[in-house]
């Protein structure tokens, strides 16, 4: 009995070390703003356009990664065939990826000098320096994060309840819509959740694929950075604002998702 | 199992406790001089410390202001030298450095792309349509561009500025889109073009709108090598450190 009251107390120094390691920055960054300057940091326009930009950018890369994802990872978690294991670390591959890596993948490819820049050109879409190129960049970085726990997630449905759906002669698109995804709910919410905050926090790969202009491809971490050599004040204001968003946002799905998981052991 | 794995937990939290514990042992005197340098500073610095005699180095490249905001929150190297004379300036105004000295200048120049000729001129850059990039107006290379084009009618400055698609953190930033494609201008320095193995061509500026800039350099309050910092700077105005500026495209301090 004493021998596994010494674990727990190791792993509760364990647990106490991780947390004051992780948390210690972020309160650093709050005990170094007050709620005056939290709202000072909002009244300046470069902020605002800056989470504007921000807001605007990831809504639109969650959604296209949602929309493209979601079948994508249904197809992975429910079909076997040859070559699924490589296709599967193909995906995973921009997760271990430097963002300054996935910059320089991305101007190769889509750059006006890109494999695709030819043609990109030709079709007149614009990518480097405008609001789009922002959007591709944080698809590219945030949709593994999506993609993978949407795999795990339709892979956990029991094979019971899709072929009961069957069985009962909804077509496969209905059962899909109607099964999978309701039973997979949590699990893509969550997905998407810290998909959103990869791409709130994305960096190396908007900087150097879609530079940094306020309005147009200036979101807050690259407005956080500029402010940083020279209003450390402000640089810290406007990470206590991200910090904040980030917060909410996780916090919320972490609350739908419980009570929604809830609601399906209720009926 | 569970004495296994307490032991093991505990073997961990020993070998953790000695990695953290040997990285303060080193004396103080010893060890490398460490140099904090602009980034435009980086191919002149390199190639002084590899024939530099005084011992090792280890060099921290990014932008001016990046440096000298890490000097403010309590990051001391032993020398910090910047791609301007204000930030060493505040710096020993707040008692952070020792004095500054002027140690090298540098030129703003129209930077363009080798292959491309869509921009001869400073004027071609205020057509509709022509991409341009900056650096930020927090870093020096930002600020010496608006000074530059502040100094030209107000008329064709806000062409110019129209044209800007980018406001980049650093002169690398620049370089990158230009040598990308991704605009068809950008305002460096010399030193970038020159570094930039042909990649660009500099168009230079009308004398009138004053393009030098100044670099500075002090050594760190608090610095471990102060001795070593200062043979570094002596070296810097007369010896290996001036010779490898020169080739770097660096001029003389302006008087």
Redesign the interface.
């Known amino acids: 009995m004493r021998r596994s009251r010494a674990f727990g107390a190791v792993a509760l120094v364990a647990l106490v070390a991780v947390l004051v390691f992780l948390t210690l920055p972020i309160v650093a960054i709050f005990a170094n703003t007050s709620p005056g300057h939290l709202i000072d940091g909002l009244d300046d326009p470069v902020a605002r356009d800056a989470l504007w930009l921000s807001l605007k950018t990831t809504a639109l890369a969650l959604l296209i990664i949602v929309v493209i994802g979601t079948p994508a990872a249904y197809l992975l978690a429910t079909r076997d065939f040859p070559g699924r294991a490589v296709v599967q670390t193909l995906i995973e591959l921009p997760l271990v990826l430097p963002p300054a890596a996935a910059g320089i993948g991305l101007l190769a490819a889509l750059g006006p000098n890109g494999i695709l820049g030819g043609a990109l050109d030709d079709a007149g879409i614009q990518l480097v320096l405008q609001t789009a190129g922002v959007v591709v960049a944080l698809v590219f970085v945030a949709s593994p994060f999506y993609l993978r726990q949407a795999e795990s997630a339709f892979g956990a449905v029991p094979s019971s309840l899709v072929e009961a759906s069957r069985t009962l002669g909804v077509g496969e698109v209905g059962t899909f819509l109607r099964v999978s995804i309701p039973s997979a709910r949590p699990g893509l919410l969550a997905g998407a959740a810290l998909a959103w905050g990869r791409a709130l926090g994305e960096f190396g790969a908007t900087l150097m694929f879609a530079g940094s202009f306020q309005g147009i491809t200036q979101t807050v971490p690259l407005a956080i950075y500029d402010r940083f050599s020279q209003d450390f004040a402000g640089a810290l204001a406007l990470s206590a604002i991200l910090v904040c968003v980030s917060f909410v946002l996780l916090l919320s799905v972490k609350l739908v998702t419980g009570r929604g998981a809830l609601g399906a052991a209720a009926r | 199992m569970?004495?296994r794995?307490?032991v093991l937990?505990?073997v961990a939290?020993v070998v953790a406790g000695c990695g953290s514990g040997s990285d303060d042992d080193p004396g103080d005197s010893s060890g490398p001089l460490v140099v904090s340098a602009a980034s435009s500073l980086q191919k002149a610095f390199t190639d002084y410390a590899t024939r530099w005699g005084g011992g090792n180095v280890r060099f921290s490249f990014a932008?001016s202001?990046?440096l000298?905001?890490q000097i403010?929150?309590g990051v001391k190297p032993d020398v910090f030298a910047s791609a301007n004379t204000k930030l060493p300036d505040e710096l020993h105004s707040k008692d952070l450095v020792e004095k500054p000295t002027v140690f090298a200048g540098n030129r703003l120049v129209l930077a363009v792309p080798a292959k491309s000729d869509k921009v001869g001129s400073l004027e071609d850059v205020e057509r509709p349509g022509v991409?341009v990039?900056i650096g930020?107006e927090?870093?020096p290379i930002g600020s010496y561009t608006l000074g530059v084009l502040g100094r030209l009618p107000q008329a064709e400055r806000a062409k110019i500025m129209a044209n800007?698609?980018?406001?980049?953190?650093d002169v690398k930033?620049i370089v990158?889109?230009l040598t990308?494609?991704?605009?068809d201008a950008g305002f460096v320095y010399i030193t970038d073009v020159k570094a930039a193995n042909g990649a660009l061509e500099a168009i230079e500026l009308p004398e009138s709108l004053k393009p030098s800039a100044a670099y500075g350099v002090a050594v760190v309050k608090g610095a471990k090598h102060p001795d070593a910092a200062r043979r570094f700077i002596s070296g810097l105005i007369r010896g290996g450190g001036r010779r490898a500026l020169l080739a770097a495209g660096f001029e003389p301090p302006p008087q």
């Open positions: 569970t004495r794995l307490t937990a505990l939290l932008g202001d990046e000298a905001a403010q929150q991409r990039a930020s927090t870093v800007v698609r980018s406001k980049e953190p930033g990158g889109k990308q494609g991704a605009v």
